[in-house]
């Protein structure tokens, strides 16, 4: 190249040299990214924390676009429901505000209602343990919708559940039993919860109900938990009966349930919902045996 | 007079389809799928309505970001091309002008919005492999979302007889702040329990554009229907309104010393 064409031609750029720097600068912030990202990922960051806590200014912040915002949230509070879940040492400080957050954005979002009170009511480590917060949480959603007869049902729920106030229980089964479009077992289920609260039968009935009326896996697998429970727990009684009608029997106590089998009291060896054998604690009653995925806490 | 209306109306829609505005129906399709499936794997229970809100939502935004950007851009763009004093020296009064700028984005604006509405109507019979009674709802409130844009580019149009870009465009976006939060600013008005604050906000609350009227997304996706007086009483409101916006727009461009 003449020095005289080097000087009128205008300086080319590298471009492949610079295609290629572009390329490293972006795979370099990534890695960056991922540094710092991993660093927070302890405690820290775990929880985010709730900046806004006010549905009223979140939802005018929106400027109308309030309903996405409101699945924006819910979705968030399913996230952090599970996470905490997961994390061994649940907490759940904001599950409530998240779902007063959520409805007060979308007042008709139904599922915040049923799936929050379910898991603000349940004891930990399943769920909050708050159902004085499940209450209000539901009584709002009454507000919002009060052609919806459903939340009724999960109100009588929490009191005769968590609160084991049958009273309470079967006045608002009844009253959920009156709204348009409510069927026909609410008014029984009054009758029964007002007649016989407290009783596992009549647990056993509620948590069906909810077995099969939800549509959300995570409410499908704790109604199932608790109905095996309960199941469990019915079965642990009557062969605590059984073992106390061998003892006086035989004028000794059963060592194991083949004693039982063996005497004619039972038809086989007894196992539970799980499929794990039952066996005869050292204080001579029924109980779970050992591996048993049943968790009776849930009864009680 | 009406072929000059229109013909600048036209004009003013091939103008935007050359500058490639309808590509932002690539973007809304993109977010739509992927924003279902992301939620539909995060989320409990309400894939449907995600995709309504999320569906309309961005129908809204991405036809209001149009209207307020070539909304404020339709007079300054031809005085800053100098193509407007072409026009005026053919026989087309000023006022043909105004209001064939104005229809022409709003005809933009509806093909916009139609093509963005059959998407989502797509998604939504994708989701569930049917429709359901209550997806009407949803079509109203994309006619809602229609009288908004028109009131919208109403208000980018006067901003755009009166100020430079810049300015229009911040002016527009306040007033599209504001007629959102209209209630509020009523209410704090009367909170503070002057008697002048009070008035203050109640004259701001009845001359200021309510935008908050025109949005029933929310409860387009639980299915609820619009109450039949709602539809004819905010259809003429956006009508009367649009009609002020544009006649002031006009008054304003009459008077208007062009160099």
Redesign the interface.
């Not at chain 1, 400027?63 to 996405?68: K, R, S, V």
């Not at chain 2, 995060?42 to 309400?46: G, K, L, N, R």
């Given at each position: 190249m003449r020095l005289e064409d080097a000087l009128s031609r205008p300086r080319q750029l590298p471009r492949g040299l610079l295609w290629a720097a572009l390329v490293i600068a972006l795979m370099a912030q990534a890695a960056l990214r991922w540094t710092t990202g991993s660093m927070q990922t302890g405690s820290a960051a775990a929880t985010t924390p709730l900046y806004i806590s006010s549905g009223k200014l979140l939802r005018?912040l929106s400027?109308?676009?309030?309903?996405?915002l409101?699945?924006i949230y819910?979705?968030r509070t399913?996230?952090y429901f599970g996470r905490e879940r997961l994390s061994g040492h649940p907490r759940f400080d904001q599950l409530g505000p998240l779902l007063r957050i959520t409805t007060t954005l979308?007042p008709?979002?139904i599922?915040a209602y049923r799936?929050g009170a379910i898991f603000l009511a349940e004891k930990p480590p399943g769920g909050a343990g708050r159902p004085a917060e499940a209450l209000q949480l539901l009584r709002r959603g009454i507000v919002a919708n009060p052609q919806y007869w459903r939340l009724w049902q999960d109100l009588g729920f929490i009191y005769y559940w968590d609160l084991h106030d049958y009273r309470a229980a079967a006045r608002v089964f009844r009253a959920g039993s009156e709204r348009p479009g409510a069927e026909i077992w609410m008014k029984t289920l009054a009758a029964a919860v007002a007649a016989k609260g407290g009783e596992l039968r009549t647990s056993q009935v509620l948590w069906a109900q909810i077995y099969r009326a939800t549509?959300?896996e995570?409410v499908r697998k704790s109604a199932l938990a608790h109905l095996e429970a309960l199941e469990a727990a019915q079965e642990l009684q009557e062969l605590d009966k059984a073992l106390a009608f061998y003892e006086k029997q035989t004028g000794h106590p059963a060592s194991s349930f083949k004693d039982l089998v063996a005497a004619g009291l039972l038809r086989r060896m007894p196992r539970d919902p799980s499929g794990t054998p039952y066996m005869v604690a050292p204080d001579g009653k029924a109980s779970l045996g050992p591996g048993s995925t049943i968790d009776l806490r849930l009864v009680h | 007079m009406i072929h000059r209306i229109s013909s600048i109306a036209r004009h003013t829609f091939k103008q935007s389809v050359r500058d490639k505005v309808l590509y932002n129906l690539i973007v809304f399709a993109f977010l739509l799928i992927a924003a279902s499936i992301l939620?539909g794997k995060?989320?409990?229970?309400?894939q449907r309505?995600?995709l309504?809100?999320?569906g309309?939502?961005a129908i809204?935004?991405f036809g209001l970001l149009i209207a307020i950007f070539i909304g404020i851009s339709l007079v300054w763009r031809e005085i800053d091309r100098r193509t407007l004093y072409n026009i005026l020296s053919k026989p087309v009064a000023r006022w043909e002008f105004v209001l064939g700028k104005y229809l022409g984005l709003l005809l933009t604006l509806l093909v916009n919005t139609a093509i963005m509405a059959a998407g989502f109507y797509l998604a939504l019979f994708y989701q569930d492999r049917r429709f359901q009674a209550q997806d009407v709802a949803s079509l109203e409130a994309i006619y809602f979302i229609l009288l908004e844009l028109a009131l919208m580019v109403g208000v980018a149009l006067f901003f755009s007889c009166i100020s430079s870009l810049t300015l229009s465009a911040v002016f527009t976006f306040c007033v599209?702040?504001i007629g959102?939060?209209l209630a509020?600013i009523r209410w704090f008005g009367s909170e503070t329990h002057s008697a002048l604050v009070s008035a203050i906000t109640t004259f701001l609350y009845y001359l200021l554009p309510n935008?908050?009227l025109f949005?029933v997304?929310?409860?387009a996706?639980?299915g609820?229907p619009v109450a039949g007086y709602l539809l004819v009483s905010r259809s003429l409101y956006a009508l009367l309104y649009a009609a002020i916006l544009v006649s002031a727009s006009i008054l304003i461009f009459e008077e208007r010393e062009l160099q």
């Open positions: 005018d400027l109308g676009y309030d309903g996405l409101a699945d819910w979705t399913v996230q979308d008709h979002l599922i799936f549509e959300d995570t | 939620f995060i989320s409990v229970d309400i309505i995600i309504v809100n999320l309309l939502t809204a935004i599209f702040i959102n939060l509020d935008f908050s949005n997304i929310g409860s996706a639980h609820a």
